[in-house]
């Protein structure tokens, strides 16, 4: 069973391009997290989806961060306009869910953006 | 969710058992205390969860104290890759907070 996936593992920007970040959950998982880490800091929550919703977006920066869930594909997270400041590791997780109850999320090895 | 209080740093010999504090005093009673490490700026990797009782799994065992304001997570016998931070973290599972909240964790160094 793979785990979660994603890609690119590196991404290199010039400042001012577009930053495409895509992340295949565990088989099963239809929950999607992103979370961001600067260098020498611990992980900060961005966004959390479900298949083709936004649940809960307090993590995200209010200017060219976005992110999406669709019903078929990956999800991708999409950072416009690149400035030096998103050069980081960026990690999805996925969990799945039982009526109420929160499973356990589960990480992926990350994407490391380096903007120029 | 319930803020935790972890050591920076510890360091354990090789083929010794690790044992890792976090102190969760405030936390509620439908918060789980989750651990999870990171080697060397890989992703987060799952140890384990529990509520109240103690847990065990293949990579480690958890112990919460009766009160559930602290817990210990113990490595049983340490390896050069056991080397990471690991993190501590209180999470309502029950229609809650989805977010996992990371700390600055504990740097836990293996000494060969």
């Known amino acids: 069973n793979a785990g979660v996936m994603q890609n690119p593992r590196h991404l290199v920007r010039r400042r001012g391009q577009e930053a495409r970040l895509r992340c295949s959950p565990m088989k099963g998982h239809s929950h999607v997290y992103w979370y961001r880490q600067l260098p020498e800091e611990g992980l900060k929550f961005m966004v959390y989806?479900?298949?083709?919703?936004?649940?809960?977006e307090s993590g995200m920066p209010k200017e060219r961060f976005s992110a999406e869930f669709p019903k078929e594909g990956p999800s991708i997270l999409r950072i416009q306009q690149v400035v030096r400041g998103d050069s980081a590791a960026y990690f999805c997780?996925?969990?799945?869910?039982?009526?109420?109850?929160?499973?356990?999320?589960?990480f992926g090895p990350g994407t490391r953006l380096l903007v120029l | 969710d319930a803020k935790t209080t972890q050591p920076p740093s510890m360091d354990c010999a090789e083929g010794r058992a690790a044992n890792l504090p976090c102190n969760h005093s405030t936390i509620s009673g439908n918060e789980y205390v989750y651990w999870y490490r990171q080697i060397h700026s890989q992703g987060p990797q799952y140890i384990i969860h529990g509520l109240k009782n103690n847990e065990t799994n293949e990579m480690a065992s958890l112990i919460i104290t009766e009160d559930r304001k602290s817990s210990t997570l113990i490595l049983p016998h340490a390896t050069l890759r056991d080397t990471a931070v690991y993190y501590c973290?209180?999470?309502?599972?029950?229609?809650?907070?989805?977010?996992?909240?990371f700390g600055t964790g504990t740097r836990l160094t293996i000494i060969p």
């Open positions: 989806l479900q298949k083709e919703n936004i649940i809960d």
């Open positions: 973290i209180v999470r309502a599972v029950m229609g809650g907070n989805e977010k996992l909240t």
């Open positions: 997780a996925s969990s799945a869910k039982h009526g109420q109850s929160q499973e356990t999320q589960y």
